[in-house]
């Protein structure tokens, strides 16, 4: 087919493939959610609907890119680990990233009446996304220990401080009054003395986090195997989950 005189400007794109032989973490983030949460009145300091509502819309990405080993979650924000050696897309980034944020924040609208179907949706969720590289299992298993302990100190924070309010009645800044300065096992027993919470019985899913795996389950009767998606609320931090779940490290083609 002859070339139009238009074809050159291809030569202005660039190449931005993933360095061979690292983990792809792609990293969504709500915008703005201070404002979208409060729009749309979400619990707090957790509203259970909308975490489920972010995995299904995770699951979603799960479903169409098999190369996605694993994903975690929590607040407005959603990671995506892919295999090293993925070549989806030719590891181009920009088609990786944009991709996965367009199926997420897709799935968010297309989801959003299955879990708040007394709600509106008011106006249109946005997502921001980045692409991180890992060379080592050691990064990967890092970078996913930041963002569980982050989810743990924010709801540490957040149960401490919607429930003195909530139940002691204090307001905003009486609250942040008596948690500023304090370290994890004081607020711990704030909570505990002055709220009657004890925190290890607050919800896993607020606790930790959601851990999104594929397991292979039987299918009865004919017993066949099939790879289905599962939500995990459980500490990644620690050498077990990684054990149990040794495939996703090991992952071969
Ligand atoms: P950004 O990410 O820079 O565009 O700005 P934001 O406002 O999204 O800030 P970010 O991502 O640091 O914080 C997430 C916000 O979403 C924060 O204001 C708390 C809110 N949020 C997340 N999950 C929940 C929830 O379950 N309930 C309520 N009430 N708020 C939530
Ligand atoms: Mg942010
Ligand atoms: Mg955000
Ligand atoms: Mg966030
Ligand atoms: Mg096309």
Redesign the pocket.
Known sequence: MAKSKYEYVRTFEFEDRCLQNCWIVVRL??????????SH????????R??ELMNRSAAAVMEEFRDVSLAYGQ???YSFILRKNTDLYNRRQSKIMSAINSIFSASYVYYWNTFFEDKKLLYPPSF?ARIVLYPTDQNLRDYLSWRQADTHINNLY?TAFWGLISMKGLSNNEAEKVLSGTVSSEKNEILFKECGTNYNNELPIYRKGTVLVRKLVNLPPSKSKKHVICPLHVDIIGDSFWEEYNEILNLKD
Not at 29 to 38: E, K, L, N, P, Q
Not at 41 to 48: I, M
């Open positions: 983030d709500g915008r703005s959610f201070h404002r979208f949460t409060s009145k979400f619990e707090k300091p957790n509203d259970k909308a975490l607040s407005d924000e921001d957040n």
